[in-house]
Structure formats: C-alpha cells, structure tokens
Nanobody
Framework: QVQLVESGGGLVQPGESLRLSCAAS????????MSWYRQAPGKERELVAG????????NYADFVKDRFIISRDDAANTVDLQLNNLEPGDTAVYYC??????????????????WGQGTQVTVSS
C-alpha cells in the first residue's frame, strides 16, 4: 500500500518559516517526480514546487518568488519543502504528490499518481 505522509505544518506569523516533510512508503521515490501542491479554502489545488529527479532542476510557481525550496532525499524516501518569509496568502493545505509515467512494449502506458493527506499551514498575525 502506497502512503505519502506530510508533516511540519502549523500556525506562524507573517515573515516566519516552516519546513514541511513528506515521507513515502510502498514506493521508491527515485522512480517518481515529486511535487508539492496547495489548496486554499474555496480555491483549486495548485502546484507550488516540483523536483522531477534528485539530479533534476526544480520548478516553482510564480507566487513562490524565491521564498520556498524543494528538496528530496531518495535514500531516505522523503521530500521536503522549506517555506521562508511566509505571507497570509500562503495559508492553505499543502499536499505531497508522487507521479510516474511508464511506457513499455509489453504493458503499454501506465501512470501512477499518489497524494498525501495534506498538512495545514496557517499564516496569521
């Protein structure tokens, strides 16, 4: 059974930092593109940051503005998101995502897409 378990969320004041962590079990994340998404109340889920492989280049949403850093440790099977200089607009539930696309001659194309249960980040003074 695949599980992605997020941790590290909480209530902070504007300008403060948090470090979110996602621990995977049932899969080896080295075979997956790992990402963080977030969803604020009344809004759609949106991509925050992605890191396709441990050696790959990270990509960030425009609203990140160099405040967040995504990292992954394939040996530990974890992916982290460092949140710096948090703003009230960053308040949301943050989700970890693992995605893989596989294509071979025998089994054809398959996608694997897994989500964690989310961790709440609240930024308020």
């Amino acid at each position: 059974q695949v599980q992605l378990v997020e941790s590290g969320g909480g209530l902070v004041q504007p300008g403060e930092s948090l470090r979110l962590s996602c621990a995977a079990s049932g899969i080896r994340i080295r075979s997956y593109a790992m990402s963080w998404y977030r969803q604020a109340p009344g809004k759609e889920r949106e991509l925050v940051a992605g890191l396709p492989t441990a050696e790959g280049r990270a990509n960030y949403a425009d609203f990140v503005k160099d405040r967040f850093i995504i990292s992954r440790d394939d040996a530990a099977n974890t992916v982290d998101l460092q949140l710096n200089n948090l703003e009230p607009g960053d308040t949301a539930v943050y989700y970890c995502n693992a995605f893989s696309f596989v294509s071979d001659w025998r089994d054809g194309e398959r996608t694997y897409n897994y989500w964690g249960q989310g961790t709440q980040v609240t930024v308020s003074s």
